[in-house]
């Protein structure tokens, strides 16, 4: 029997009728967070971590961790392993990861008008329509990075297009059924052999990203396609320590390795590492000089974003979950000070460093009392600012891996 894939829009009615689907196929149903809780327990990652992959708009420092393309490697494998054992009802953004190549997949959209939507929401015009606008432009945003479509109702997505403003569950529900029945989407040779692919495609991609590469992977049969979104330095290195990789996992399939052509020159590939920060906010009202220092920091392999000021840093805290903070004191607003406080207070893990050209021994004292990793004046040399931020960068790591235990 075929697998059913429901992607929706909110307020339409999807999960009644996922519900019926699944009293009346016996089938399991599975949803995203089914399949982040089982990515979660592969990867040994945090569950929120892979849920925001979902997000519309990946985290700023995704260019340096990126954790987005690492995170999908992982839901796919788990959503692949999934595929591979039974029939279910898959209902979610996690839909949308299953390649079209597997031929015993039923997509469908359960979609209503905004009236119906509006109606089902509940609250209010003037409050439903925002929140049902918020949704749609994560959902084109996910489709968008998925399938390159910025219409995430698009009927060329799916085999079927459900209206639920005009269909009852009963209706929907029965449809779906005939969709099950066509012999278009009954399982075959060749679309159990793709759903092979994708799983053996899933493995080496997270292989891949427990390296710290983000590299997409496509399998057909015994050759295997990797595709690098952006401009390559040095790439006859990276080629051959991608095939070593493969090799280490015992693939000896013919490989071939394609770079995006129409990449952002100004963004090379780059592995990620875990010994190096990929997650530094500089926080300091100076803008050219904070501007300056993400870039030179850049060229040494640190990641980093900008805020110039406390009330933006101490949004990108909740927002962006930095790792370390490099934080001026005198700003504007809400000062240096009070946001090492509120951000200990809030977020104990993030290693906190203070870099001032104004400070005196009070504000050291004070600052190391209310837990600042360091205390450094400017002007600073470089070299010395960049082993302070990797010494704060492994502390976090370690107290992250402590509390784990």
């Given at each position: ?12 009615g999807a999960e009644t ?143 079927m297009v459900v209206p ?41 991609e997270t292989g891949l ?197």
């Open positions: 029997m075929p697998v059913v894939a429901l992607f929706s829009g909110s307020f339409c009728i996922a519900e019926r689907l699944v009293a009346e196929t016996g089938y399991p149903l599975c949803t995203d967070d089914t399949i982040v809780a089982r990515a979660a327990t592969l990867a040994g990652l945090p569950a929120e971590q892979l849920r925001r992959c979902f997000a519309a708009k990946p985290s700023v420092f995704n260019p340096f961790t990126r954790e987005r393309e690492r995170c999908l490697a992982w839901l796919k494998l788990a959503l692949a392993e999934q595929c591979a054992e039974t029939q279910w009802v898959l209902h979610g953004f996690t839909s949308h990861l299953l390649p079209s190549s597997i031929g015993h997949v039923l997509h469908v959209c359960l979609i209503a008008d905004a009236a119906q939507r509006i109606r089902a929401a509940g609250a209010g015009r003037s409050k439903a329509i925002p929140r049902i606008e918020a949704d749609d432009r994560q959902r084109a945003a996910w489709v968008r990075a998925l399938k390159a479509n910025a219409d995430p109702w698009d009927a060329a997505l799916y085999d639920t403003h005009t269909l009852d569950v009963r209706q929907a529900v029965d449809l779906i059924g005939q969709g099950l029945a066509a012999e278009a989407v009954q399982p075959t040779a060749l679309s159990r052999r793709a759903g092979a692919d994708f799983l053996k495609a899933a493995r080496i990203a427990a390296l710290g590469h983000a590299v997409g992977v496509a399998v057909s049969g015994d050759r295997i396609q990797l595709h690098i979104d952006r401009p390559v330095l040095m790439r006859e290195r990276l080629e051959t320590e991608l095939r070593e990789a493969l090799a280490a996992m015992d693939i000896v399939d013919k490989i071939n390795i394609a770079v995006n052509p129409g990449a952002d020159a100004n963004d090379t590939y780059r592995r990620y590492r875990v010994d190096q920060p990929s997650k530094v906010l500089l926080v300091d009202d100076e803008r050219e000089f904070v501007q300056t220092l993400s870039e030179r920091l850049g060229m040494r392999d640190i990641g980093s974003a900008v805020a110039f000021d406390g009330e933006s840093a101490l949004a990108m805290v909740a927002e962006e979950a930095p790792e370390v903070m490099l934080l001026d004191l005198q700003m504007p607003g809400i000062d240096g000070m009070e946001v090492l406080r509120r951000v200990k207070a809030t977020h104990p893990e993030i290693e906190v460093v203070i870099l001032t050209g104004h400070g005196t021994d009070d504000h050291r004292n004070q600052c190391l009392q209310l837990g600042a990793f360091a205390y450094l004046e400017k002007p600073v040399d470089i070299e010395a600012l960049s082993d302070t931020l990797k010494q704060a960068n492994e502390k976090m790591r370690h107290n992250r891996a402590k509390n784990r235990k």
